[in-house]
């Protein structure tokens, strides 16, 4: 994981200026799940889940007939998701500059969001040691780090190593389920901030509620962020001096 690289968050203007001073929100997995004929973009049937199928989990014969895309999920998981620069998208110039260029595989996968700005992230360890931080102070059980991209195949030898967990058969440290998604999205390049629930943190009145968002406050980012045109993004390089320590957005 290369946290010194830049990271991307799209959406409206409003959220990012929000964002920008503090607030942060992050939806539930269970409205993404939702999504995935509505909204290619951010929509994934087993976001946040491990695919699998019926067998070995002695089910009831009504949950079957129930349940279209079987998963293996915490439906108490919280994310915000980012696309985040990788080293093939880095360019050194010969007057000593740095080129941060998405691809035009991915700048299409941008555009489809369908929004206008953009929120560049330029000193991620300190955005994550704020989001950290903030976590840590409403004790929140919290996770960060580059999405994986795994195929069908991949998915079954996962699945056999969370059931031989939970046998008690293997002591493998397992990637949170949130950080796992299919091939089919891998342009988008996914950085994740991710919270969890204990199942007593949300039980209201009895009743167990699983929340369609949730909010809370950390240090401001506006000093180590800024607000652009997605376009400025997607068809320019932003620059880097290095031996100024400034970047340029070129304007479109």
Known sequence: MSLELPLVLVTQK???ESFQAGKVFMKNCLCYQDLENDDPQ????????????????????????????PRLMNPLTYIKCFFHYQRKDIKRTLDNKLLFQISEQSAQELKRFSEDYALFIFDVPEFIKRFCSAC??????YYWGDVSYVSDDEYIEYEKKVINQMAGTNTEVISHFAFIKRTKYDLQQEFRLVVNFSTSQVFFKNEFTVHESIGFEMDKIDDISIIVKLSQLVDNPVVFEIDKRRLFFKNT
């Open 14 to 16: 409003d959220y990012l």
């Open 42 to 69: 951010r929509g994934d049937k087993y976001d946040s889940a491990i695919k699998c199928g019926y067998e070995g989990y002695n089910l009831p014969d009504w949950v079957k007939n129930e349940v279209k895309n």
């Open 136 to 141: 840590e102070k409403y004790h929140l059980h």
